[in-house]
């Protein structure tokens, strides 16, 4: 059962203009979301996070948007740039506890 | 020090070889972790270890034998796997009792079972 759920497999954006990756869970106790960006044969890094005390939390060219009553969270990256080409994972976990759930992942193309 | 290192890279194994993964952390991290990734696939979590302690066991094969020698290290024995474990297997660590904790991964070993 997939509680955390990215409905878009891929997306292309072209230099400089936004991206929009989203991510829907369905388990209400989740309270921390992350965002993780992988490249080929690589290990996951963390790119961003948002508790759900907030509904907004930004870093530099990335922001997290969190909606909890529509249990959808959203990474932006403005302005997109090539290196940003990977494949993004979204997370989700719950208060101390160590266990994650990751989506299915969203593949980022960024055309120069 | 914020890494986590695994060796090796990568690794061809037959089905009848026993190989070791290795994994080690200098945070300070208490909970360390075992993935299993596929292509096009989310990480998949195999185990978790909780202050050296095997604390989740995904209903993992008997073929993979994880092991946690001190805080800081872990590894993941391997014996008669099959061609369909060839995958990425990532190690990640974490700190314990803290609220909002992050994952941070390794870079993974690129296993491919002959």
């Known amino acids: 059962d997939q509680q955390v759920k990215q409905n878009s497999p891929s997306l292309s954006v072209q230099e400089g203009r936004i991206s929009i990756l989203n991510c829907d869970y369905t388990?209400?106790?989740?309270?921390?979301f992350l965002w993780y960006k992988k490249y080929p044969a690589e290990g996951p890094t963390f790119l961003i996070s948002?508790?759900?005390?907030?509904d907004k939390n930004e870093d530099g060219r990335f922001t997290v948007f969190l909606n909890k009553s529509a249990k959808h969270l959203s990474l932006h990256i403005v302005p997109s740039q090539p290196g940003d080409s990977a494949v993004y994972f979204c997370?989700?976990?719950?208060?101390?506890?160590?266990?994650?759930?990751f989506g299915t992942g969203t593949s980022l193309t960024v055309i120069p | 020090d914020t890494e986590v290192t695994q060796t090796p890279k990568h690794l061809v194994m037959g089905m009848t070889n026993k190989k070791s993964l290795k994994c080690e952390q200098h945070?300070?991290?208490?909970?360390m972790y075992w993935y299993k990734q596929k292509a096009k696939k989310p990480p998949e979590l195999m185990f978790v270890?909780?202050?050296?302690?095997?604390?989740i066991n995904e209903s993992v094969p008997s073929r993979f034998s994880p092991e946690c020698p001190n805080s800081s290290l872990l590894n993941l024995h391997l014996h008669a796997l099959q061609p369909e474990d060839s995958a990425l297997y990532l190690c990640?660590?974490?700190?314990?009792?803290?609220?909002?904790?992050?994952?941070?991964f390794g870079s993974g070993t690129q296993l491919s079972v002959l």
């Open positions: 388990n209400s106790m989740f309270d921390y």
């Open positions: 990640a660590s974490s700190q314990m009792d803290r609220v909002y904790e992050k994952l941070f």
């Open positions: 945070m300070g991290h208490r909970a």
């Open positions: 270890y909780s202050y050296e302690k095997l604390s």
């Open positions: 997370a989700a976990s719950k208060d101390t506890g160590n266990q994650f759930y």
């Open positions: 948002i508790s759900s005390i907030k």
